[in-house]
């Protein structure tokens, strides 16, 4: 009734501003009466296009204005945006009312969680909601594609696949056949099976009663069949419009046929695929699946247009050929290359791109009224621009915002996840008490101190798990000076942090389901942070998806590992963007290609041209083999770099362009985008290259007059020099001036990283400690060093990683000990004193040092020992004054009064290193000195040891503590803290020029 017997197909060509022209194009036709646009209705296919366009209708207006319905296809509540259109009265539709995205979800993740357990392939809960997630993607597009599930069990090709796939192929055939069954149980239905009926009542309904308005389908793409009826009923029926986006009508006949979709084979009736990464792919299967031809299709008169840049859109339709016609390029004509208006710029790094794309974007502003816009899908290029913007005050209306997994609200959900999930290990503690909040208002400044003092404490490996961890590293233990003072201070301050971590860990600790775990969380993110987790844009956003998930998730997996928590958290509130209300500048976006779909800019940057990054790597199917979709008619994955290509294609209608890359991304070198290279060759020597950005950028914060620093050679006054130092610093002082210099005068030591491996030093602690009880009981019976050593482990507040991969080794390098000091006792030799604690004044200068053992030797002479969990240190390193050790303690023995109990004239004749590395008999333990009585195999004579060592210490003593000496940087790999102070020294400055 009422059809018209053409097509009222239309195409806005890419250089003119869709929504603009849209919008004029209307208000042309039905403008004069002021009812006529408010009874009229458009369809779109999204949220973002219903903005562009209403802002389009804004702009266009100059008054008041009453605007057509804007309807999106593709919201979940179409049926109440499409209102009296959909059922009007008496004349309603039986569809049944659709299953919510988010028990869909959670209903789907749980029958993947028992169908894998069932095969003996079980998966946490975090995986289960990944699988979930891309099996509710392939119900959906083979909803969209009305691909009924009988099509599996038509499939021929599924013993060929590989045995990963055949696994995937039989879980989703046992999944598909129990969908339904769970969907008529709860008397629902997909939600994409709803539009399509939708989809299908509204085509029926227009055929027999057409709205009474106009219709309009206006920057629909997608191929869906349902959708392409309905878009075929809406060209036909009067009153009704069709306006493709970008459809090229410059390309040729045998061009527009290269493409595909092609005809079936005749002897299989399946169509071969076609280029789907064509920009005019899906718009060439959309005009096949409505019945139309491409010839058929209009040009929309309203809206600018630009001779220059519709020349352009033929040089943009060649480039983009499918790849067996790219050879045309070799004859054409420069005047057919032509890409007036469009420059590119190439940068070494990604840093270099997003100050060159600000520069870009803060010069538009220069000139009144004109708009600017950078297009990427690079969500970090676009936060680093945006980070750029901000130094001339430019906060640029980014319209894809930022997903709710790095903003305030989210990252405290998944901290408080990660924290009970890694029992409160350092990391994660940390994190979330310094979250920003936690503990805001008057209190915050005093709890980040403590959380300070508890970082500092935490330094190094990892403390027992669970709070009681924390409360036996805070708890006080003896003989430990270095950090009594620290240790106190936070003892003070961790009662009120634990009181409100305490009922966190007791409830997760019986939280076994998912529900309970949610609103655990729910309840102390709610504590921890008084409400404001849940206040602003970004709270009620965070707000919203909880409360989804918490009315489903009882649905949600059976198995609901804490474990897999953090990574549940994280991939729900990924999905979920929020975009501030209030907008930003007026004249500077930042848009996804989404957006960018429908709008243009006076200047479009198009940034992150790099493989990968645009177009982006299509997201593997876990369910379907790229064999399967084609076989099932799903479009294949790389459709997708055909919908970017598109977004490509169209923004370079702009009536300035600028193209962006970067040769090294965050990841390392990038290789140029495919549409990048095809433009470039197809331009030629129309190539245009904007290097003054590239000047403006070294510019913009260049140092006039780069003075670098000269090699640091402090020399403080002699009265602020120490004038005590232990043996172990004197190798520091002698190896490595400056950075003693750093450590004892500038009181700068290096901090161990949080959670750390246990380092040399901290295995070297653990030693020491057996000893030192060992020596304590008096008897040192070697008999008794095992059991110590697994007492030692037995303790609550061992290391775990100590405990399970060196307690092993260390057993039995503590059992070498034992052998040698009983084999030593039986030939004369006994111990005199361990871990003992002498000094002397040499030079000037007190010198303190700790014995770990003083043996007496038969002659009555004693035997300096020192143990070591690795190499020990060559006699050439004690000759260089860099390993002192042995012959300074033996020096202070030889003094009165040097070491307590030894008598006055006692003769340090042997100087012993006792390793507990690997020896040569594939065990562990040995003994290395670097004296030998006659000097052999380059070792130093033990009667020179002592006076040897004395003169180096005394040459050093004089020439830097109590001479002015000044302590000069230098470069000493052979060094244990080689590196440490290399900042410091400004080491990459100097270090090589001639005059350094």
Known sequence: MGDRTRPALYS???????????????????????????????????????RAVSDAFVRASGGGLLLPRLTPLGDPELDERLGSALDPIGMGA?????????????????????????????????????????????????????????????????????????????????????????????????PADRRNRLFAHIAARWKDAPPPGFVVAAGISTTAPAVANLLARVATMKGGQVVFAGLDQHMRGDEWDAIGPFDPDPMTGRRPPGHETHPQYALKRLLDHMGF????????????????????GRSISLAMLPPRLTSRWRDLKPAQRTLAGVEALEVATSADEAQAIAIALRGALEEPGRTAAL????????????????????????????????????????????????????????????????????????????VRALDLLLRGPRPPADLRGIDLLVAEHEGEDRLRDLRARVRTWWPQARAMLAPMEADFAQARALPEQLAAIRTHASRLSAETIWAGHQGHAAAALFADMEEAASDGPDEAD??????????????????????????????GLIEARLAHSDLMILGGLNEGTWPGLPAPDPWLAPRIRRELGLPALESRIGFAAHDFASALGAPRVLLTRSRRGTGGPAVAS?????????????WKQADWLKHCVHGLDAVAHHRPSDRPAPAPPVEMRPRRISVTAVDRLNADPFAFYAQRILKLSRLDPIDADPSAAWRGTAVHAILQRWADEGARDPARLEALTRELFQEADAHPLLR????????????????????????GRSIWMAEKEGRARIAGVTLTGKADRIDRMPDGTIAIVDYKTGKPPSAKQ????????????????????????????????????????????????????????????????????????????????????????PFEAGVNPEVASYGEYDQLMRLEEWYGRADA
């Open 12 to 50: 806005i060509p890419a250089h003119r501003a869709f929504a603009d022209s849209l919008v004029a194009g209307l208000i042309a036709q039905y403008g004069a009466d002021p009812l006529a646009l408010a009874r009229g209705m458009i369809l779109l296919p999204n949220n973002r296009a219903v």
């Open 94 to 190: 039986d569809i049944p009312p659709a299953i919510t995205p988010m028990r869909r979800l959670m209903i789907l993740s749980r029958m993947v969680q028992r169908v894998r357990r069932a095969a003996g392939q079980p998966v946490d809960a975090g995986e289960a909601i990944r699988l979930g997630q891309a099996l509710a993607a392939a119900l959906d597009q083979m909803e969209v594609e009305q691909t009924p599930a009988t099509a599996l069990r038509d499939l021929t090709i599924a013993p060929e696949l590989s045995e990963h796939w055949q696994t995937s192929l039989r879980f989703f055939e046992i999944l598909m056949a129990q969908w339904p069954q769970e969907l008529a149980r709860r008397r629902v239905i997909d």
């Open 293 to 312: 031809d491409r010839a058929e299709v209009a040009a929309w008169r309203w809206g600018s247009d630009h001779d220059a840049r519709a020349a352009r």
């Open 375 to 450: 297009v990427t899908p690079d969500r970090q290029l676009a936060t680093r621009v945006s980070a750029h913007l901000q130094r001339w005050g430019i906060e640029a209306d980014d319209s894809a915002g930022q997903p709710l997994s790095h903003l305030p609200p989210g990252t405290l959900l998944i901290a408080m996840a990660e924290a009970v999930a890694d029992r409160f290990a350092p990391v994660a503690l940390l994190t979330l008490l310094k979250h920003p909040l936690v503990m805001r208002g008057e209190g915050r400044l005093e709890w980040l101190e403590g």
């Open 562 to 591: 804490i474990g897999a928590l953090p990574s549940l958290l994280d991939r729900m509130l990924r999905a979920v963007a929020v975009r501030p209300p209030q907008g930003g500048h007026p004249r500077v976006a930042i848009l």
């Open 674 to 686: 495919r549409f990048w290279l095809r433009l470039r060759a197809m331009a030629g020597q129309q």
């Open 804 to 827: 399970a991969l060196w307690q092993p080794r260390l057993l039995e390098g503590i059992g070498w000990i034992a052998r040698t000091v009983a084999e030593d006792r039986a030939a």
């Open 878 to 965: 004690v000759r260089a004054g860099m390993a002192l050790q042995l012959g300074l303690l033996g020096a202070i023995a030889e003094m009165e009064d040097g070491f307590d109990g030894l008598p006055i004239g006692v003769r340090a004749s042997e100087f012993e290193y006792w390793s507990l590395g690997r020896n040569k008999q594939d065990g562990f333990g040995y003994r290395e000195s670097p004296v030998d009585p006659d000097g052999r195999r380059d070792k130093i004579r033990n009667d020179e040891m002592i006076a040897m060592a004395r003169a180096l210490f005394t040459a050093a003593a004089e020439k830097w503590l109590t001479g002015d000496a």
